[in-house]
């Protein structure tokens, strides 16, 4: 069982930065693909950023493309979103994801094991 735990979110201007933290309790997350999502009020989860530990393939959605970043520390127990030029579009409750070991990263939220509680994230002046 893998339990993923976030932090990191909070208020901050356009144009400032947040950097979100996903952390997995009692085991890593080496060799398995974390996905960060986000739901906005009224609209589907969608996927923003995936890693695949096992060789640090990064993926991104093109609307964070540029600004937001995926990485891991180097004892894969927490996966890190670095958010640059946040825009108040960018507001949503962020998520992390876990799925099983040596699969690849998708978009599909319904092909992740693990969920975390969710961090809320706004962007506003």
């Known amino acids: 069982q893998v339990q993923l735990v976030e932090s990191g979110g909070g208020l901050v201007e356009p144009g400032g930065s947040l950097r979100l933290s996903c952390t997995a309790s009692g085991v890593t997350v080496a060799n398995r693909v974390i996905g960060w999502f986000r739901q906005a009020p009224g609209k589907e989860r969608e996927g923003v950023a995936c890693i695949e530990t096992l060789d640090d393939n990064t993926f991104y959605v093109a609307a964070v493309k540029g600004r937001f970043t995926i990485s891991t520390d180097n004892a894969k127990y927490t996966v890190y979103l670095t958010m640059n030029n946040l825009k108040p579009e960018d507001t949503a409750v962020y998520y992390c994801?876990?799925?099983?070991?040596?699969?690849?990263?998708?978009?599909?939220?319904?092909?992740?094991?693990?969920w975390g509680q969710g961090t809320q994230v706004t962007v506003s002046a």
């Open positions: 994801a876990a799925r099983g070991r040596y699969y690849a990263c998708s978009g599909d939220v319904g092909l992740y094991d693990y």
